[in-house]
């Protein structure tokens, strides 16, 4: 449904005009968010649970349309019957439904509607609509950078949010930020050296690569589901372009009580970054495009080979994380499959990703899983066209 909403507007007397042009353009809904807008005069608007007025007033001036989509604060099923009351159609949730992942989601949801439609009225169902994952921006400084060729580089900053130590970052993403520019996510390489590895694709990160020691920068996160932990394994890491970036901190931190392998490509010999941190923690296999260094060819070529090189008794116990551009990740798990049950074979594919929270949706994988939340690394099923989730 095509909706017009009345964020943009500067003060809510504009509501009720702004509601009447949106009806006469043929706008179907309008959300009333009090994200936007304030009083000409008179006290600010409170953030959570306001709007009751202007919805009324807006609901009286535009009769039964265009439908009125009610948000902000709404957690409990009372929040949802103020909103009704006030002459809402639909209801928004936000912020109460940050730091769930998928499955919570639904629960939540359905505890809701549960409360909804029980008599009499109870409200089991509540949330706090302050957010419990972290939305405030840190400013970090550039401190070093090096550039790998000339679309990849690796920038090291002075601090992040908080204190991490190797591995307390696996499976984790940070969003960076340059005001006016606008923000993208990153996985951080390496929590040491608080770093992350560039490759300049678009508007945001060829702005990164005119930067250099002692720009700031702001960073939000982390955010990410992590890594479950594996015992007694053989951990194959296969990484593709920068892709491999993900993978250095998840080695860190699965590397007590595993052993781990690394296939790492990319497309020169250049671009393939850093390889000393990986052969610290286990053996290494380099396969590039052109044949500039390691094996002639793209990584998944690789994977038998390297698999066949174990020991059978580790041969047995393999599991298998792949991150990198998805047609790599989708033959890496072709070919995986054949070698361990689908619950050993862990992916990340750098799907488009906005929020960072699970609102937006823009994330979802081919089975609907939000890979910002329940992932970004997921189990092989997640990355199925209707794959069964289990809830
Ligand atoms: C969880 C997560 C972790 C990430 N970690 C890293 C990281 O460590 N290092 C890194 O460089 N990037 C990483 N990315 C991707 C990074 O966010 C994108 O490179 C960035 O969004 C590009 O923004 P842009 O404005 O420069 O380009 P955009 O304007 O967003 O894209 C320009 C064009 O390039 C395409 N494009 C976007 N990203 C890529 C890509 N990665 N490869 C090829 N084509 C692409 C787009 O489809 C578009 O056509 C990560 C993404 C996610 C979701
Ligand atoms: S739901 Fe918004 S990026 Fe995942």
Redesign the pocket.
Known sequence: MAYASSQHLATVEDYVPDVLKAKAQGYRGYKIHPGGGQHATGPAIPSYIGHMEEIREVRKAVGDGPVIIGMGGIASSEHVRQYAAAGADLFGIGSALTGLDSAQFRDYLAELHGDLCRAPREDRCRRSCESVVPMDYATARIRSRVDYDASLFKLAFDSLPADYRDGNLAGK?FFLCVPGV?E????I?SASEKS???????????HLAGLGPGSEILLRGPY?RGVPRFENSTLVFVGGG?GI??LLEIAHQLQPGNREVFLLGARTREQLFDVDKFERLGPVTLATDDGSLGRHGLAPEFLAEVAAGLPQAERERLVFINCG?APMVHRCFEIQKEMVSEERILGSI??M?SCGVGICGK?ASPSGALSCIDG?FMPWREFQCGARREV
């Open positions: 993403f606008g993208k996510p990153f996985a390489f992350v590895i560039v490759r300049v694709v678009g508007e945001f990160s060829a990410g920068t970036a993900s551009p750098e799907y990703t994330c970004p």
